[in-house]
């Protein structure tokens, strides 16, 4: 037979250890994402639970929005830690469809109260510039000879 203490401190040890493997594997998975288009722009919708603004950092790079988390465990005062099962620092990236043509001075990021983050990245508005005219010219023969 167990005694009393000595389960209850077993049985801590066990949910420790399963919590923060849950932790660490939630750390490795990317945020989910949704990406949507408008007319205008791109929005990508990333779930971000128990973030606050200056956890979070959003960066557009080889065209797609990457996002990293890093989240702080509250003090619950009069409560003790059982499981840590929550990942503290998490990341998330969408890639753009090929060839999109964005405006990243209008870009913006809203963190919203339902555990979300909303990247808004705006299509430019720009045409893009032509390509110049390839001329061929034969050998001996100059391009303005044509």
Not at 37 to 57: H, I, K, M, N, R
Not at 87 to 107: N, R, Y
Not at 120 to 136: F, H, L, N, Q
Request: proline share 6%.
């Amino acid at each position: 037979m167990i005694p009393r203490d000595v389960g209850h401190s077993l049985r801590y040890a066990i949910l420790e250890r399963l919590g923060r493997t849950a932790g660490r594997i939630q750390e490795t998975k990317s945020l989910p994402v949704d990406l949507l288009e408008s007319e205008d722009a791109y929005l990508a919708v990333f779930d971000a639970p128990g973030a606050t603004q200056t956890d979070v950092q959003v960066r557009y790079l080889e065209g797609g929005v990457k996002v990293k988390v890093d989240r702080f465990r509250d003090f619950h005062e009069g409560f003790e830690m059982l499981i840590p099962g929550r990942g503290l620092s998490l990341s998330g990236e969408v890639d753009l469809p090929d060839g999109a043509e964005v405006d990243l001075d209008g870009a913006s990021a809203e963190l919203r109260d339902i555990g979300t983050l909303e990247v808004r990245v705006p299509k430019s508005t720009e045409e893009p510039e032509e390509e110049p005219a390839i001329t061929e010219v034969q050998p001996g023969e100059e391009a303005d000879d044509r």
